[in-house]
């Protein structure tokens, strides 16, 4: 029997090597194998049903969410933050204030499209495709959010924007210790794009460069990732310390128009209502040299507990981390120091209480190899109502014990507009009508 299906197999190799027919008997062959299997466990199987057997059957598709993309505000702010990121910073390169308004139209469809999810237009096999097929035939909507900001350099004299620009926007100048690299700094747009897997973002990244490259090119870009919470409650950084522990509450519509969304009839320009200022910092972590530090000093360092990410009064390591850290029983920083981490970001004095909450919503990045030194750290996010409260804050971190060890090198100051409202809205139409 062997002999003969090896005679066989060299006769279908041979000649024209027709693949059909070789197909014909790898399936013959596994017909047969099948069959001794069984006959070799004392079970009679016909060729038919040990086939059928052993054929996979297919897996189910995985569960995809859709979070709505219409609304007062946009998607992607108070959404709870998804595992993968993209941030793309784009200059505008329209000529005109109508070609500006259309590529903010473009972005829109596009946007609504993916985060909805679909079937993309058909096209002859001979035409030029209309996706890029990375996530299969039909697009999952798998947590897809497109958020949109504007920098300040949007409101130079090309388009005829200057006297709507938001109040405090302003370009990102350096604080004491920056690096700012500027092919990773500024930019007339930036586009957050999360969602619950990587290839969902990548996908709308190149759809959303592709359908806008006549009006708008690539400026920089940074990739982010979530990591999981361990052992429970928030997700740790590439440091191990347990980060953004210290949010307003998302579901509280009161704290969110307290300290993040743009109001009605405020200082801002009327379009302006239902954003809020957007920042991105990306910093650089010298982890090797972290690593060389003892965990008692980086807890001084953070001024909080590594393991629980609890307050430093509290030594247990199953310590929640929602514990307030409580200062004003440790005036002198014997405790938590007064050069640490969280106490500068927010000391708890009357006098910093207006420029210590801020929504943070951070990735962290991996762009290594970059010889000879890792290239890893932080994609620092955050939102806030007014964009001084950020700078103030991130002015009392200039003496932070923190500085040795990060190097802020990109990033930008952006407002991100508000929501599109419905079918008939689209990004910036207050701002542009």
């Not at 993309?69 to 329209?94: E, M, R």
């Not at 990306?282 to 982890?287: C, D």
Request: hydrophobic share 40%; glycine share 8%; aromatic share 8%.
């Amino acid at each position: 029997m062997a002999d003969e299906v090896s005679a066989t197999l060299e006769e279908g190799w041979s000649g024209h090597r027709c693949p059909a027919s070789a197909f014909a008997r790898r399936s013959f062959l596994h017909g047969v194998a099948a069959s001794v299997g069984g006959a070799a466990g004392g079970i009679a199987l016909g060729s038919g049903a040990a086939l059928a057997d052993t054929v996979a059957q297919p897996e189910q598709p995985p569960k995809s969410r859709t979070i709505p993309f219409h609304g007062y505000h946009q998607a992607g702010i108070a959404t709870p933050p998804q595992k993968d990121l993209i941030y793309v910073s784009l200059d505008v390169t329209a000529s005109t204030r109508a070609e500006l308004t259309d590529l903010f139209r473009t972005l829109t469809s596009r946007a609504r499209f993916l985060t909805a999810g679909g079937r993309p237009p058909k096209v002859a096999p001979t035409a030029t495709p209309t996706d890029s097929g990375i996530v299969g035939p039909t697009v999952a909507a798998d947590g897809l959010t497109v958020t949109v900001g504007v920098g300040a350099s949007l409101f130079d004299d090309r388009y005829g924007l200057g006297a709507r620009k938001p109040v405090q926007l302003v370009k990102m100048t350096p604080f004491r210790h920056d690096d700012l690299d500027p092919a990773l700094s500024q930019g007339d747009l930036l586009i957050q794009i999360c969602a619950d897997e990587r290839d969902t973002t990548v996908h709308a990244l190149l759809d959303i460069l592709m359908h806008t490259k006549s009006a708008a090119k690539l400026r920089w870009r940074i990739d982010g990732q979530r990591n999981p919470e361990r052992p429970v409650g928030v997700r740790r950084d590439w440091f191990g310390f347990k980060d953004g522990i210290s949010n307003p509450t998302v579901t509280d519509p009161a704290q969110m128009n307290q300290w993040v969304w743009v109001q009605p009839k405020s200082a801002e320009p009327a379009w302006a209502a239902g954003g809020t200022y957007h920042v991105v910092r990306i910093v650089h972590f010298f982890i090797e040299a972290w690593q060389k530090v003892p965990v008692a000093q980086q807890e001084r360092i953070f001024g909080r507990r590594k393991a629980s990410g609890a307050p430093m009064y509290a030594v247990g390591e199953n310590a929640t981390d929602l514990l307030d850290p409580i200062y004003t029983n440790d005036p002198q920083g014997l405790i938590t120091p007064l050069n640490s981490h969280i106490r500068l970001a927010n000391p708890q004095t009357p006098q910093t209480a207006a420029t210590s909450t801020i929504l943070r919503r951070s990735y962290d990045y991996d762009r290594s190899p970059n010889p000879p030194e890792l290239d890893m750290g932080h994609a620092f996010v955050c939102f806030q109502q007014e964009l001084n409260t950020y700078i103030a804050m991130q002015t009392r971190l200039e003496g932070e014990a923190l500085v040795p060890f990060i190097s802020p090198r990109g990033g930008g100051y952006f407002f991100a507009l508000p929501g599109v409202r419905d079918e008939k809205d689209y990004y910036a139409r207050g701002l542009l009508a």
